[in-house]
């Protein structure tokens, strides 16, 4: 950061209040650590201020009406170097399609994005592309205000990207078929906490449970309820909750990600027919899905809704996450953790924890808080260890 960007960051700020402020730099500060994660080899390393300067630039853009569109790049026609902007729908090696305005067009990345292409690049990202020969090539990734990402099964340390820009990151689960495991949904909880975007949970094949078990269900959701998050009881099939869904999607974009047979593709279906995403009935044996969408695509739906739908992962794990950032994850101990005897306590084993004694006292769910203590690892104290294995998608 220069001088002059120096500068514009202290009057910009100096014009916020107290609590926007801490909200600005809440969300640059997740955004930062994402792009940490995505980075590799010895390329410089952006600072929590180049993106606090990059929201209130483009918080000012959105004040006075438009879009950041670098390098003269415009969402419908060629900028004066020929390149356009557009959104990626769909990724696959080496390549992506665009949606430029009207137009869907095939691209090629250049060597070093498909090198890192699983953590650099990703459906709803916004690029820039020029024309090359019949096809066009990216020729940048722009700024994201989300990213939605989870460990890379075969190095916990990396991260791979699952979505990007995202307003809403739907986690879906079954009520039933596969069985609802509330441990995954945590997980979910912790990687949408550190994505910037915000989180609505939905339990589909409602219509497979009898009176007593949506009891059951109903109450082992409370404490979501209780996180303030929106909770829809659906059934893609029978049509119940769809329109609650719609409502809560209204105007933005999102990503549906669960385990494979949930019903993503089902519930994408039912909230607009001609989307006509393939779907797959679960194994008969053990319920669990036959992975039918294999690779995310993102359709436009009417009400300003669109939607990114994602193959079941099979082993979502946020073992790349330190001890502060599963914490987020775990919006309800905030309130205590201010009170922590120690101000890095990991809320495990130290003495003087407000949040240890949040949950004896009743105030936090002890599912929830063993949740956590399971991802923070065997003996807590460790500063990662995960408990990806046991759930499969
Ligand atoms: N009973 C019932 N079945 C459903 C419901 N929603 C989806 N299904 C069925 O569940 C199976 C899996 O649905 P999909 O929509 O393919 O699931 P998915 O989450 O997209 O799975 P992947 O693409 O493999 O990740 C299909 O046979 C659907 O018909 C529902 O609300 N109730
Ligand atoms: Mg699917
Ligand atoms: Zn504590």
């Known amino acids: 950061m220069d001088k002059r960007q120096r500068r514009r960051l202290r009057d910009l700020l100096a014009g916020l209040d107290d609590g926007e402020r801490t909200r600005l ?15 590799t080899g010895d390329a410089r390393r952006p600072e929590l201020k180049d993106f606090l300067l990059r929201l209130l630039d483009e918080q000012e853009e959105a004040a006075a009406g438009f879009a950041a569109a670098p390098d003269g790049a415009t969402d419908t026609a060629p900028g ?3 390149s356009r902007r557009g959104t990626v729908i769909a990724v696959s090696a080496g390549a992506c399609v665009v949606q430029a305005a009207a137009d869907v067009l095939d691209a090629v990345l250049p060597a070093d994005l498909t090198r890192r292409q699983q953590s650099g690049l990703a459906v709803g990202d916004e690029v820039l592309i020029e024309r090359l020969g019949e096809t066009h ?10 990213l939605l990402t989870r460990a890379d099964p075969h190095d916990a340390r990396r991260s791979r990207a699952i979505a990007a820009n995202v307003d809403v990151v739907v986690v879906v689960v079954a009520a039933k078929a596969p069985p609802l495991h509330p441990r995954l949904i945590d997980r979910y909880l912790v990687a949408v906490a550190r994505s910037g975007a915000r989180a609505a949970l939905v339990v589909n094949k409602f219509d497979l449970l009898d009176d007593d078990e949506r009891r059951d269900v109903g109450a082992s959701l409370q404490p979501y309820r209780e996180l303030g998050l929106p909770v829809l009881a659906c059934s893609a099939v029978a049509g119940a909750g769809i329109e609650e869904l719609r409502e809560v999607l209204a105007g933005a974009t999102c990503v549906f ?5 949930v019903g993503k593709s089902s519930l994408l279906n039912a909230l607009h027919v001609t989307a006509a995403a393939k779907t797959g009935a ?10 039918t969408t ?3 695509s993102l359709y436009e739906l009417p009400g300003g809704i669109r939607v990114i739908d994602t193959p079941g992962i099979r082993r979502f794990s946020v073992d790349d996450a330190d001890a502060a950032t599963l914490a987020d994850g775990f919006s309800e101990f905030m309130a205590y953790a201010a009170r922590c005897r120690y101000r890095d306590c990991t809320h495990a084993h130290e003495p003087g924890c407000a949040v240890k004694a949040a949950v004896d006292a009743g ?12 991802l923070l690892g065997g003996d807590g104290d460790r500063p990662r260890q995960g408990d990806g294995a046991e759930i499969t998608a």
Do not use: C, N, W
């Open 25 to 39: 730099t809440k969300r640059a500060a997740k955004l930062h650590k994402a792009e940490l994660r995505t980075m």
């Open 80 to 82: 004066l170097d020929g």
């Open 137 to 146: 090539r990216v020729t940048a990734v722009l700024p994201r205000r989300s």
């Open 257 to 261: 990600v669960g385990q494979s047979g």
């Open 282 to 291: 679960v194994r008969a044996g053990d319920g669990r899905g036959r992975h």
């Open 294 to 296: 294999s690779a995310s």
């Open 363 to 374: 105030a936090i769910t002890r599912d929830r808080y063993t949740s956590y203590r399971k």
